[in-house]
């Protein structure tokens, strides 16, 4: 109870809720799942992008809450609904985390936590920050092309980040209302373009260190 109490005041009492865009994520989705901090998360969204395997079936054994697209509309897509099904709930903070357990949902916390401060409104999960992606298992070409990237993207904003492609972010609610993300693709490049919105808009955007497996 106490420890309840503690995470609510740091987190302001807002509602914080997690989104997960799903494809074929039916091996990894409870171990996801089961990190999640309970005790400052209000609400799970599993979005699922027309898997081929039993993703809902699991989620919603595991009571998530889903949203079913009935054909494969892309990643960039999964995002949109993810966000806007959170905000329709009422959402204060949306963590998006990728439910393959690549990235360990314990952070959220402390990912929230920097959004509630109202010190940011975006916080990104950076594989390369501390021990680094290499350690944690990321395939050498991955990992050049990945700080290539990240370079060219640094040097084209102007900004500083040490990774652009993460796929674990937290966000406000005024930033998802303010980017125009209905005009975002609807693939991969997705993630980038909010980046670029989020920069244009001035939110400010903070990294966190993150192990990645």
Not at 172 to 196: C, G, H, Q, T
């Amino acid at each position: 109870m106490r420890s309840r109490i503690s995470c609510l005041l740091m987190l302001n009492g807002k509602k914080i809720v997690v989104v997960m865009p799903a494809y074929n994520a039916a091996k990894t989705l409870r171990r996801t799942y089961a990190e999640i901090p309970r005790d400052v998360v209000d609400d799970v969204i599993l979005v699922d992008d027309a898997s081929q395997d039993s993703t809902v079936a699991v989620a919603k054994e595991l009571g998530i809450r889903c949203v079913v697209h009935p054909a494969n509309a892309g990643y960039g897509a999964n995002q949109k609904t993810c966000y806007r099904a959170a905000l329709e709930i009422g959402a204060d903070v949306i963590v998006m985390v990728h439910p393959d357990y690549q990235y360990t949902p314990k952070l959220i916390t402390a990912m929230a936590a920097m959004i509630t401060s109202g010190v940011y409104h975006s916080v990104m999960g950076s594989r390369v920050l501390g021990r680094g992606a290499l350690v944690g298992g990321m395939p050498l070409y991955k990992y050049v092309a990945n700080r290539v990237l990240t370079l060219i993207q640094n040097l084209c904003l102007p900004q500083k980040l040490t990774e652009y492609h993460t796929g674990y972010r937290a966000f406000s609610r005024e930033a998802l209302l303010k980017l125009p993300l209905e005009e975002n693709s609807n693939d991969f490049v997705f993630d980038n373009e909010m980046i670029v919105q989020l920069v244009y808009f001035g939110y400010e955007i903070a990294e966190i260190t993150c192990p990645s497996k």
